[in-house]
């Protein structure tokens, strides 16, 4: 009698769960079915609103205006590599900025290829009577120079545009540093010679005004 009332609950309860169960599949089919009739009654609402149709027309074509934006944005992977830029030699330039004569004509921005700045600076030169030519070449050199100095690979300046090779950045160090050195002597040099003419001009009107009254007429009259 203890077994069969065992069993006699075992099967309620199998019964039981499976009531349960075929009610929640139910109420989940209900509520699909009830989502899907809202989501209709929806639909329909939005179509029958007056500028539905343009409002998503508009939207779709604002989608698509992004999508293209965002697509010409991205690089493209098949699209071939820019070749990379040809590097110029260190030692060139600084060779060209150490010449006079070269810098003030823009040689060195023909050089490193702009041209339109070193036909600018060429023009200056020409109107000026070399007078802007040589300041422009005294900044382009003291640009190159600092540049030399700092051993950089690569200069962007005042339209200076280069890439280096690495293994010229030493020569044209010390080429920057000979440069220095050279304008400091000249500087020194044309100082001393102004320095000196100007300590011998009084020696030479002193003795010009202490001639006497009467050599001074016979040399006149000789």
Same mark, same amino acid.
């Given at each position: 009698?203890s077994?069969?009332s065992?069993?006699?609950?075992?099967?309620?309860?199998?019964?039981k769960n %499976?009531?349960?169960?075929?009610?929640r599949?139910?109420a989940g089919?209900?509520a699909?079915?009830?989502?899907r009739?809202s989501?209709?009654?929806a639909?329909?609402?939005?179509? %029958?609103?007056? @500028?539905?149709a343009?409002?998503?027309?508009g939207a779709?074509?604002? +989608?698509?205006?992004?999508s =293209?934006? &965002?697509?010409?944005?991205l690089?493209?992977?098949?699209?071939?590599?820019?070749?990379?830029?040809?590097k110029? #030699?260190?030692?060139?330039?600084?060779? $060209?900025?150490? !010449?006079?004569?070269?810098g003030?004509? @823009? *040689?060195?921005?023909?050089?490193? @290829? #702009?041209?339109k700045?070193? *036909?600018?600076?060429?023009t200056?030169?020409?109107?000026?009577?070399? !007078?802007g030519g040589l300041?422009?070449g005294? &900044?382009?050199?003291?640009i190159?120079?600092l540049?030399s100095?700092? +051993?950089?690979?690569?200069?962007n #300046?005042?339209g200076? %545009?280069?890439?280096?090779?690495e293994d %010229?950045?030493?020569?044209?160090?010390y080429?920057?540093?000979?440069?220095v050195?050279?304008q &400091? $002597?000249?500087?020194?040099?044309?100082?001393?010679?102004?320095?000196?003419?100007s300590?011998q001009?009084?020696?030479e009107d002193?003795?010009?005004? @202490?001639?006497?009254a009467?050599? +001074? =007429? &016979?040399? #006149?009259?000789?």
């Open positions: 009698a077994k069969r065992a069993q006699n609950t075992f099967a309620a309860r199998e019964q %499976e009531v349960e169960q075929v009610n599949t139910a089919q209900k699909a079915s009830a989502q009739v989501v209709a009654d639909l329909s609402q939005a179509a %029958e609103a007056p @500028g539905a343009a409002a998503v027309a779709l074509q604002a +989608r698509k205006a992004i =293209l934006v &965002i697509t010409d944005a690089p493209d992977p098949d699209a071939p590599a820019s070749p990379p830029k040809k110029k #030699s260190k030692v060139i330039l600084m060779l $060209l900025e150490m !010449v006079p004569v070269c003030p004509i @823009g *040689l060195d921005r023909f050089y490193l @290829g #702009s041209t700045t070193g *036909l600018a600076k060429l200056v030169c020409l109107c000026t009577c070399l !007078v300041v422009w005294l &900044i382009d050199a003291i190159v120079i540049n100095l700092f +051993r950089k690979q690569s200069i #300046s005042l200076l %545009e280069a890439e280096f090779d %010229e950045t030493e020569p044209a160090f080429l920057a540093c000979i440069a050195v050279v &400091i $002597l000249c500087l020194c040099f044309c100082t001393g010679c102004r320095y000196m003419g300590k001009a009084p020696k002193t003795a010009i005004i @202490g001639v006497p009467g050599a +001074r =007429l &016979i040399s #006149s009259g000789r």
